[in-house]
């Protein structure tokens, strides 16, 4: 039994006595509890790969931060690496795939991973944290979107265009849809793991949707998402975060997601209206934190008072940025809590 399911009754569009509010990327660089945990350690993976210490990580932010719920700390690309490509994290760089996804024997080289033998320890993490929340707050498991990972996958590292991951899809479709069918029946299974294993509700990151175009992006990328979601959706709540992909909004109004995350650069008004059985979560610019308490409290309730009108979880348009100051992620909190002009 949840002493606190703010965030779930929201996302159910459930009246609350007030909005429920977490941030992505709250389990990170931005608290010193972490950075001293991680300089102990010989990288990301490590951390990741550790159950008892990503969970550890995984509750810091609810102590330290009093966010209403607790997200699993993980990575989308340990998908990838449980079909068979293994990924490097390079500090101040990011992702590295020393692999990637050419061909036809490539895809078919990739298994369907099994997520207790392959991706085992992110569901022992869960299985911790669930246990060391005691109730306090739900648990929030997440992916990415099939056609993110394959965009990692095909690229091989972060880019500004993933043109060689766009390019698949002109010159090989059918090549495209067979690595997302892969991808899609993983994380179904990933997924559902995760619930089995404490998830109150899970979240899909698109992080790249927003660079195809919106034909595209229905064929290659909601087609997949919304599978998933319907996969999911009779066991727990499902949000979808398309970040850059607005004009996907009425599509995912029609999905069996629960709840459409918002980027910064969207208008929650105009969501409102296209999605009005949905529960709308975000979107406060990341960079809005840099301002002064004052400006990160007055810009937040600027936010909340976008949100009007229906059932809100308060996040920020993107994840929090590590040089954030931990004192306005708190504001920010803090602000949302005292916010009167409940759900």
């Known amino acids: 039994m949840l002493q606190n399911d703010l965030l779930l009754r929201a996302a159910k569009g459930e ?3 007030r909005t429920p509010v977490w941030l992505m ?3 990170g660089r ?7 945990l991680r300089g102990r350690l010989s990288g990301f993976k490590e951390l990741v790969e550790t159950p008892a210490l990503a969970a550890e990580v995984t509750i810091q932010p609810v102590e330290a931060l009093g966010v ?5 700390f993980s990575d989308i690309l340990v998908v990838p690496e449980a079909m068979g490509l293994t990924y490097e994290m390079i500090e101040a760089r990011g992702p590295l795939f020393p692999e990637v996804v050419k061909s036809a024997a490539d895809v078919a080289r990739l298994r369907v991973a099994d997520p207790e033998e392959h991706l085992g320890y992110v569901l022992e993490a869960m299985r911790i944290t669930k246990r060391e929340l005691a109730g306090r707050v739900p648990l929030i498991g997440f992916a990415g979107a099939p056609w993110t990972i394959l965009a990692y996958m095909v690229e091989g590292h972060g880019s500004k265009t993933f043109s060689k991951a766009r390019r698949l899809l002109y010159q090989e479709p059918a090549l495209a849809h067979q690595l997302l069918e892969k991808i899609t029946v993983t994380t179904i299974a990933y997924l559902q793991a995760q619930v089995a294993a404490g998830a109150d509700i899970v979240q899909v990151f698109d992080s790249w949707a927003g660079i195809l175009p919106p034909a595209h992006y229905a064929e290659f990328s909601t087609a997949y998402i919304n599978r998933i979601s319907a996969a999911l959706s009779p066991l727990v709540p499902v949000t979808v975060f398309a970040k850059g992909a607005w004009w996907a909004v009425e599509d995912f109004a029609k999905s069996p997601c629960r709840t459409i995350g918002l980027d910064w650069n969207q208008s929650p008004a105009q969501a409102r209206q296209q999605a009005p059985g949905k529960t709308l979560q975000g979107n406060l610019d990341p960079c809005a934190l840099y301002g002064t308490p004052a400006q990160v409290k007055a810009a937040t309730e600027a936010m909340l008072r976008e949100f009007a009108g229906g059932p809100h979880i308060a996040n920020l348009g993107h994840g929090v940025y590590p040089d954030t100051n931990p004192d306005n992620v708190k504001v920010f909190v803090e602000t949302v809590k005292g916010w009167q002009g409940a759900n």
Not at 68 to 72: E, Q, T, V
């Open 68 to 72: 209403d719920a607790a997200i699993i």
């Open 30 to 36: 931005i608290l010193p509890e972490y950075r001293a």
């Open 15 to 17: 009246t609350t006595e």
């Open 25 to 27: 990327r709250q389990a």
